[in-house]
């Protein structure tokens, strides 16, 4: 068992040494290395603020003000009162038009009826939504790298095939170049052959150059270096397609996709906004202290007198109900509600497109399923009208046009059931794409922080 178990561990390190990656392997490294993966730590962090702030309501507000004025009139004796306090020898000189205050005003909110709790449910859920839209695009990169994996598969197998009918030819042309000298043939039949050698020969040359332009493209996509895609699990090939073969049931009911996911954050915020409209009819319960050094103060009669700074101050609690709420309550309620609607015909739509999407994909795996049950005989066939047109060629019964056709018709054989291979693996993980299936786990550090 410890030997078995060395033994993988050595292969898989000769994979990853090696430049060989699996599909999973780029799909997870892609979403790491893609910039957008950042954006959940910054959606965090700004999450996180804006809750600490809101929060910061329950802590005492305090102002502090500078005023000087100048009035046109201020509060006086009435003059037979002067005249009487000024034969008894008391001089009132009044209160002065120009006054002075330096102040300080202290308000601590005791009840606000839920207003600051529904504000940090709303920020909280606002940031859900901006992670749950930041998963969208986040998935699709995904869709990306299977894109190019699969291109990049198809293009091996060609350079393999290619490889293949290099060496068919370059068998045809030596026995051809033996045929030459010996007078059995002629010598445009050897050029013919080797004409198609050379051509076959450019064809790998544009290959090669596809491959490395692809392979640069998904290495720098992935942010790791790719040589070579490993085929998907052949295995894959005999799954039975799920929804579209008389089944009914999506699985996107469950909310697999993450823009299922994000209708469903988006539909909560919608909740919290509609609470928070409750909390804003609900009075609120505040104490407050309010002091200042100025003139005149609270006692008028003597500054009236003395004309002098002092200090004031004054606390208690204070009672406020805003009813201003109720005046748009209805049509807030009425806006929330086709807000509700307008994602539920969002959630339609996609749920509707998406099951086309997969009847789509279901029929393709079925035909190319189909396809390559008479692939393999067709080939078998292909070989076999080749055999038999080199030896017609080796008795002068045809000529080299005939062979060469019949070359190109197998090698086309050939490269049809490559093709139908890999189309049909990729229908397969389209269609678990489609379905919310996808092999890539979550990155860590993603959300929102914790209420």
Known sequence: MKRSLCIITVLHLFIAHSGAQTLETCQQAAEQNYPLIRQYGLIEQTTALTVA????GWLPQVSA??????????????????GMLGQLGVSIEGLKKDQYKIGLDVQQTVFDGGSIKRQKAIARQQGEVQTAQNEVTMYKVRQRVNEMYFGLLLIDEQIKLNADLLELLSANETKLASMLKGGTAAESDYLTVKAERLNVMQQKTGLRAQRQALVRMLSAFCGIEVQTAVKPDAQLASLRPASALGSDQNPLQEGHRPELKAIDAQLRLTDAQERALDAALMPKLGLFAQGYYGYPGYNMFEDMMSRRFSWNGMIGARLSWNIGALYTRKSDKARLGVQRSMYDVQREAFLFNNRLEQIQQNENIVRYRQLMADDQEIITL???????????????????????????????????????????LKEIYDLRYAQGDALASPSPGRGVVAP
């Open 53 to 56: 702030n809101i929060q910061k």
């Open 65 to 82: 003000s500078v005023q000087a004025t100048y009035q046109s009139d201020v509060m006086s004796w009435p003059d037979e009162m002067r």
């Open 382 to 424: 292909r070989s076999s009208i080749r055999k038999a047109a080199e030896s017609k060629l080796s008795h002068g019964i045809i000529d080299v046009n005939d062979l060469v056709k019949e070359i190109n018709s197998e090698n086309a054989a050939r490269l049809q059931q490559s093709l139908h291979e890999i189309q049909m």
